[in-house]
């Protein structure tokens, strides 16, 4: 067993690494991801309550409200946590008004492919973060946090693919039809 010792006490002695992840220091990497996760929420229910605004859709709607609802559990999750550290979180972002979709003309507004097209690439994009933090992390209640969010983003992406493909909105990478013929 290997043991560390800090100014003559063990990583044990300080309450590091005891078994209460609490009581534990976030590293600088957890502090970091755990304050980019709020910030990028933040961005998210500012970007969606636009997008909600400017979607005609209620199925892409429905999705949107869930997707704004998820970020604003996420922006209260890490800026707890990054404030029980001592950590400042960043600051919210102010809430969109409402707005008529009638009102926004037609040449400045999101279409509803547009939209999904840009829930589906950052939904993809916060799994893959998920995970990332996931990994790095040492603490069992950061790690964990990410594993919850990780698994209602993946439940999230499978509502979006579906809309996407029962709509006809999805747009596949090239698909190989034929397979080469084996000499």
Avoid at 7 to 29: C, R, V
Avoid at 46 to 54: D, I, K, M, R, V
Wanted: proline share 7%.
């Amino acid at each position: 067993m290997t043991v560390i010792i800090i100014k003559g006490e063990t990583i044990n002695d300080m309450g590091i690494l005891s078994g209460n992840p609490k009581d534990e220091p976030m590293h600088y990497g957890e502090i970091f991801s755990v304050w980019q996760a709020s910030m990028m929420a933040k961005g998210t229910v500012s970007c969606y309550q636009a997008f909600l605004n400017h979607a005609g859709d209620e199925d892409l709607k429905k999705i949107l409200e869930a997707l704004i609802e998820q970020a604003k559990l996420e922006i209260k999750e890490c800026d707890t946590l990054l404030t029980d550290n001592g950590i400042a979180p960043a600051p919210v972002l102010p809430e969109r008004p409402p707005a008529k979709l009638e009102d926004i003309p037609a040449g400045a507004r999101f279409t509803d492919p547009e939209i999904a097209a840009k829930i589906a690439a950052e939904n993809a994009l916060g799994l893959a973060a998920c995970s990332s933090v996931m990994g790095q992390s040492i603490r069992e209640d950061v790690g964990a946090l990410f594993a919850k969010y990780h698994l209602t983003k993946a439940a999230l992406g499978l509502r979006i693919l579906q809309m996407n493909k029962d709509k006809g909105w999805l747009i596949p990478p090239p698909l190989q039809v034929k397979r080469p013929v084996e000499e």
